[in-house]
């Protein structure tokens, strides 16, 4: 049984949530907090295997018992906050917490799909810290790539932390533009962009129609449209979920890789699932480069993993080498 702790001011919010968290028979709320302070005392007293926190509460706020509940555990952490606090939930996570949701999709409107996706990702952030079987390699053979022209990035679960590291170590000078899809439950899409654009040296922005991608750029995948990239710009493929996943870096591989052909660069980040995998081979088939983070850094390896389990990943490296590595890459661009 996963003990859970909820931590919100709204006793409606903390019954909806005490509600669907039991619903599914592999958690238990062992306590419940109407502020930030009361959610680091709890954490103390009842030790947890997963806490959900509210952000905007009196006494103490969700980021700052967020921060103090890190001096003490490791326990799998979930903002659950409102849209207007998007940038401040992506804040949330690069001081300790894993994901976070909307308020908003916990209400009967929640399809099969969304509530079997939040389960997995409570169940994978609680195992966080098993880590095992860690590895990386380098293909030596990169010597024979032709010069780069794109860069498409997947990313999931603890993706918000990884694309912070990895964007802010690359130079304002960086002369590929980036494609990234971001798999994002909440709805923050524009969020992110702009607290993403806030570390980044290169200019963050929400993909848009027509667009045609340019160096000092990272165009970000909105939520609930498919990204696809091709020789009249960039455009969105309104069609189903892949793997569950809409936007799905599947698609924005194969439409980059049919494009841009060997002068591509895929890289796999942490995340959930197995998007990016059939895109990394994609990638590779085409005749570009494929880079996975490696497990030690993943905060869940499922994407990476996938992505390696195919054959077609060329380098699997720690998540502070990545930038590095593509500088080198596009040096002579």
């Not at 509600?19 to 306590?31: A, L, Q």
């Not at 810290?129 to 032709?146: C, D």
Request: negative net charge; aromatic residues 6%.
């Amino acid at each position: 049984m996963i003990k859970t702790l909820i931590v919100d001011d709204s006793p409606l919010v903390r019954s909806i949530l005490k509600d669907f968290i039991e619903s599914e028979g592999s958690f238990k709320v062992i306590g419940e907090g109407e502020n930030g302070q009361e959610g680091v005392n709890k954490a103390k007293e009842l030790v947890p295997d997963l806490i959900t926190m509210d952000y905007e509460m009196p006494v103490m706020n969700g980021l700052d018992a967020i921060v103090e509940i890190r001096k003490f555990s490791s326990c799998g952490m979930v903002v659950i906050s409102s849209h207007d606090t998007a940038k401040m939930a992506y804040d949330a996570a690069v001081n300790g917490a894993h994901e976070f949701f909307a308020k908003d999709i916990f209400t009967s409107r929640m399809t099969d799909i969304q509530r079997e996706e939040i389960f997995k990702t409570l169940k994978q952030i609680t195992n966080i810290n098993k880590k095992n079987n860690i590895k990386h390699h380098v293909n030596e053979n990169i010597t024979l790539l032709k010069k780069i022209n794109c860069i498409v990035i997947a990313s999931s679960t603890g993706g918000p932390m990884a694309l912070r590291r990895l964007c802010s170590d690359l130079p304002a000078d960086f002369p590929v533009p980036v494609l990234l899809v971001q798999h994002n439950t909440s709805g923050f899409d524009r969020g992110f962009v702009q607290w993403l654009d806030g570390y980044a040296r290169l200019n963050v922005q929400l993909a848009d129609e027509g667009q045609f991608p340019a160096k000092g750029n990272i165009y970000v995948a909105p939520t609930d449209k498919h990204l696809i990239v091709g020789e009249n710009g960039l455009s969105f493929d309104h069609s189903d979920p892949v793997s569950n996943q809409k936007p799905a870096a599947d698609i924005l591989f194969k439409s980059a890789a049919e494009l841009y052909r060997d002068s591509l660069i895929s890289i796999v980040l942490t995340g959930m699932g197995s998007d990016g995998a059939e895109g990394t081979r994609y990638v590779k088939q085409a005749g570009g480069l494929t880079i996975a983070q490696d497990e030690a850094t993943s905060m869940i390896y499922g994407m990476p993993e996938a992505a390696e389990e195919t054959g077609c990943v060329d380098m699997i490296l720690p998540l502070d080498d990545i930038a590095q590595k593509l500088v080198i890459l596009t040096k002579e661009n």
